[in-house]
């Protein structure tokens, strides 16, 4: 007759139990299949994909220094590589990576928006069609992918850590999008949303601040050497200091909510170096009167927030341009 064992001894190991008693290294060489398995390798990103896919005569054309003179630049219209288009100058398969890199730069619910202005704005004409590059190459930290054409400009680095924020260096966005003199409602244009925000901020102003919101010189100049240009002084307007902490609070989660078409990690990138520097209480907040305000409704169609580390001008006359430089980025 059988006698069954009622001692520990008796009783099922776990894994855990094995690796006790006999070492990690023991049980690994013992049971290979308990071995923890390789990690995935990571995946490239888009504009990694779109840069492996190169070939030797595309590289030598659009692949630009890091410190390339360009690389600061920014117009309302422009194109880094103006030889070198994305109809004529990659694959089909490449184009597609352009798009989809574009895409993913701006918030979902914007996309549609984004690629209809593209399209727009290349006015029927195909020699309007954008313009890509890149600055540096993988072995640079600061390694860039930048998207240029008509009334836009975009960029991101190109390794996964060095994802998020726009990098220190302008970018572009503007449209008009039924005539190019656009009437004081914006019809159709993807970004007077912004513009609206702008005067649901100026709304929380008393009387006097609003006195010195408005000023009377002209706003920036659109060259594109002046249009960035970041001063330490002479700055227009009301200055963030004066501003209530309520106020403050209140504008950057407006400034929050302006950015919101774009990649959110570019948004919040954005915002923390903002917040972690103190930077608004350095800056100075403008609108413009005249013919920069049209219907003469006071709904203020360009603005400035700008100060010594940064440069936000939307001109809404005659139809909508934003610069966005953050320079401590």
């Known amino acids: 007759m059988h006698t069954r064992l009622n001692t520990p001894v008796a009783r099922s190991f776990s894994r855990r139990d094995i690796f006790r008693a006999i070492g990690a290294s023991a049980v690994s060489a013992a049971f290979p299949s308990l071995q923890a398995a390789p990690a995935a390798p990571v995946a490239d990103s888009l504009t990694m994909q779109f840069y492996k896919s190169l070939s030797e005569e595309q590289h030598a054309k659009i692949v630009l220094p890091s410190?390339?003179?360009?690389?600061?630049?920014?117009?309302?219209?422009?194109?880094?590589?103006?030889?070198?288009?994305?109809?004529?100058?990659?694959?089909?398969?490449?184009?597609?990576?352009?798009?989809?890199?574009?895409?993913?730069?701006?918030?979902?619910?914007?996309?549609?928006k984004m690629n209809w202005q593209v399209q727009k704005d290349l006015m029927g004409q195909i020699k309007n069609t954008p313009s890509v590059g890149f600055f540096g190459t993988p072995q640079d930290e600061d390694f860039e992918f930048i998207y240029t054409g008509h009334h836009v400009t975009r960029r991101t680095f190109v390794h996964p850590d060095h994802a998020a924020g726009f990098g220190g260096r302008p970018i572009f966005y503007g449209n008009f999008a039924k005539a190019f003199r656009e009437e004081k409602d914006h019809a159709g244009n993807p970004f007077w949303y912004q513009g609206l925000l702008f005067n649901e901020f100026v709304g929380v102003l008393n009387g006097k601040?609003?006195?010195?919101?408005?000023?009377?010189?002209?706003?920036?100049?659109?060259?594109?050497?002046?249009?960035?240009?970041?001063?330490?002084?002479?700055?227009?307007?009301?200055?963030?200091?004066?501003?209530?902490?309520?106020?403050?609070?209140?504008?950057?989660?407006?400034?929050?909510?302006?950015?919101?078409?774009?990649?959110?990690?570019?948004?919040?990138?954005?915002?923390?170096?903002?917040?972690?520097?103190?930077?608004?209480?350095?800056?100075?907040?403008?609108?413009?009167?005249?013919?920069?305000?049209?219907?003469?409704?006071?709904?203020?169609?360009?603005?400035?927030?700008?100060?010594?580390?940064?440069?936000?001008?939307?001109?809404?006359?005659?139809?909508?341009?934003?610069?966005?430089?953050?320079?401590?980025?």
Not at 73 to 90: K, M
Not at 295 to 301: E, I, M, R, S
Request: charged share 25%.
């Open 209 to 329: 601040q609003r006195e010195k919101l408005l000023v009377a010189r002209q706003p920036r100049p659109e060259k594109p050497t002046e249009v960035i240009t970041r001063r330490a002084n002479d700055l227009p307007g009301l200055a963030g200091a004066d501003l209530t902490q309520d106020q403050q609070f209140r504008l950057l989660a407006t400034m929050r909510r302006m950015l919101v078409c774009f990649r959110a990690a570019d948004v919040e990138a954005t915002m923390q170096i903002l917040e972690s520097q103190n930077l608004i209480s350095r800056l100075f907040i403008s609108c413009y009167g005249g013919e920069f305000d049209i219907g003469g409704d006071k709904v203020w169609d360009t603005w400035q927030i700008e100060g010594p580390d940064m440069v936000w001008y939307f001109r809404g006359y005659p139809h909508i341009h934003g610069y966005f430089h953050l320079a401590a980025a």
């Open 67 to 112: 410190n390339h003179e360009k690389r600061g630049y920014v117009s309302n219209w422009w194109y880094i590589c103006p030889e070198q288009r994305l109809h004529t100058f990659y694959t089909k398969e490449q184009q597609d990576l352009v798009r989809q890199i574009f895409e993913s730069l701006h918030h979902p619910d914007y996309r549609e």
